[in-house]
């Protein structure tokens, strides 16, 4: 566990398992003939054993830091490094590339400029088939989003499909904006390496 002071840790920490490498085995890795996605934040693999990565196909999501800590601060306002886990990113990276299992790299602003188009080239990369249902979804909340979503997912409920991609105006405190600084090199070299059309 990471011991962050997230919202709804309580909850969490009382409605799911905490044994992070009993989820590996028991959800990761099971064997199933459907494909399955997860979602892992980086801060999930604290004392976790990353050798199950090497059996799964890595996506790295990624978006602008200057974003990210303007997102997250309207939750935590002083996140850390290790809060919005750019840098972590950019380390899985370059273990999954030493290992021979380099992850696609995927930005979220090249997605929202073309999710059509992007999405397919991932599907191809992927090997799975490209379905016109990844574009769109129902408005509100799901069960699997887990008991964090009111904090973090309110503009995803309340949208049906990627909205397009605009860039706004960011403002942040200085000990952000210091963060902000401090992630750009990591980011930089994974959006060089994300896939673009």
């Not at 099971?30 to 199950?52: A, N, P, R, V, W």
């Not at 499909?161 to 105006?169: C, D, Q, R, S, V």
Request: charged share 25%; hydrophobic share 40%.
């Amino acid at each position: 566990m990471s011991g962050a002071k997230h919202p709804a840790r309580k909850q969490v920490l009382q409605d799911l398992e905490n044994d992070g490498n009993k989820v590996v085995q028991e959800v990761i890795l099971q064997k199933s003939e459907k494909l399955l996605f997860h979602k892992l934040m980086t801060h999930f693999l604290i004392g976790i054993d990353t050798e199950f990565l090497s059996e799964v196909m890595n996506i790295i999501f990624i978006r602008n830091p200057q974003k990210i800590i303007f997102s997250y601060s309207k939750v935590i306002p002083n996140p850390t490094m290790e809060d919005i886990g750019v840098k972590q990113q950019y380390e899985l990276y370059l273990a999954l590339e030493e290992r021979g299992k380099t992850p696609i790299v995927l930005d979220s602003k090249y997605l929202l400029q073309n999710p059509k188009q992007l999405l397919k080239k991932l599907c191809s990369l992927l090997g799975i088939p490209f379905d016109e249902r990844m574009l769109k979804w129902e408005k509100g909340a799901r069960k699997e989003d887990g008991v964090w979503a009111s904090y973090w997912y309110k503009n995803i409920h309340n949208s049906t499909g990627f909205l397009p991609y605009t860039e706004k105006e960011i403002t942040l405190t200085d000990s952000n904006a210091e963060l902000a600084e401090e992630c750009l090199s990591y980011y930089e070299f994974l959006t060089a390496k994300s896939i673009q059309l």
